[in-house]
């Protein structure tokens, strides 16, 4: 996929849940600011998945990607929605 | 071995200090109206609740207290004051300066050190046994160490322990040093920031600066100023609120805690709970001159049950909410091997949250576990009341602790 993909063009590519693990989060909101569309800030302050991130899968996207590798705790973990399998950061 | 740092000593009419362990007299209470020593009004935050709030709520950031319009907050700035600082900018510009490091910093890349952390710490006893006792600790341990890590990951082979300790204790100091002392000795130390930079630039190596440089290229937005004072920020960063912790640690563990010292050396997993508590219940500094992790408010925000106007300078006092009676019930002598109930703020929290936290607390548990284990009888040979304490700093920790063993 190129970085000009039509929405959709990734039908059949990877669909993602991201889990936040609220006791390693420390709120440095860098996830919200890198990937809005899959995380924000909720209660206390801590990192919570927005939409389908957090519940029936969503499209794995390159901000999304870079939120995970950057989260200065590791607190963020990418899974497989059909797969259920970890996707990031690798075990 | 000698004492190093510029910023000692008693002078006359200076009391004794108590060790950073013993409670200070802290007020519980909502959010209250203080002073800066430059007399600008402060929000002084304690409750645990209400400091996570102020470190983590986006109404409260870093660059407004550098803003034109911002009141004074301090007489001497230093290090931390720098507008170009990574700290005192806020949202995407901070994210995008914060992330051409934090690859470096995340727990798995830090744990890749350990190894090499243990070796070095395991070659600063052999060394310390070699010398003989009665020994200063200080000078033999708690401060080589983080030296010897931040130096290996940065790549300065060659800086000089001494003009090191002298723009340290200049980056950090509150009223050690004149302002004007301040200003010459940061202007020194940037020159030595930008040497490095066009040293790596040069000829690339694996080091942290070679990689941030690359990373800060890529990205384009960022300014030579902002370079200058993340490489020498990381420098100091690195080292010394290690060394204050590791110092202030072994003075409990070695005076009042000292019934731990055998459990300590069991494994690292004790090590590793007891370095949270400490780090939680020991504090870095006083509050004298450093109320706490300053903010400012962008629009009226309240905390705890108070209206906090916009515009106004905030305190949260880390310490304060490490002690919170409502969350942390116990204290060292019970609790240092048990798992925290609640987070701890040592490293704040939010956008600023510390880069080298899992740097900090690797070095601190493995020097603790290993120097327990090495030197089971080790001991104060002075008593805590006597410690000569490096003033006048952001941080406070012993100028030298004289053991034996």
Known sequence: MTAGSEPGAGAGAETVVVRVDRERCIGSGMCALSAPDSLALGAEGLAEPVAGYGGDGAELTA???EAVDFCPVEALTLYSARGGYRIAPAE | MSAENSATGAGPGTAPLAPLHCPRHAEAGPPRLSALPTGTP????????????ALTDPRLGRAPLYAPDAPPLTNAPNLLDDPNSMLNIDG?????LRRTVQRAFTPRAIARWRPWVASVIEGLIDELIDHGNPADIVAGYTRPLPVAVISRLMGLDNLDSKRLAHWSDHALSTTAHSAEAIVTAMGEFAEFGSAVIAERRADPGEDLVSSLLAAAAEDGSITEGQLVTLVIGLVVAGHETTMTSLGNALVYLLGDGRDAWQRLAADEASAAAATEQLLRAVPLGDTDHFPGLLRRTVEEVEIGGVVIPAGSVVAADTSAANMDPEVFTGDLLTE?????????YTFGAGPHHCLGAWLARMELEL???RLARRLPSLRLTEPAGSIDWRRGLLTRSPNSLQVAW
């Open chain 2, 367 to 369: 020097a603790l576990h």
């Open chain 1, 63 to 65: 901000e999304l990607t």
């Open chain 2, 92 to 96: 995407t510009e901070h994210q995008r």
């Open chain 2, 336 to 344: 240092l091997f048990s798992p925290l109930v609640a987070p701890m």
């Open chain 2, 42 to 53: 402060v929000w002084l935050v304690s409750r645990h609740a209400d400091v996570r709030q």
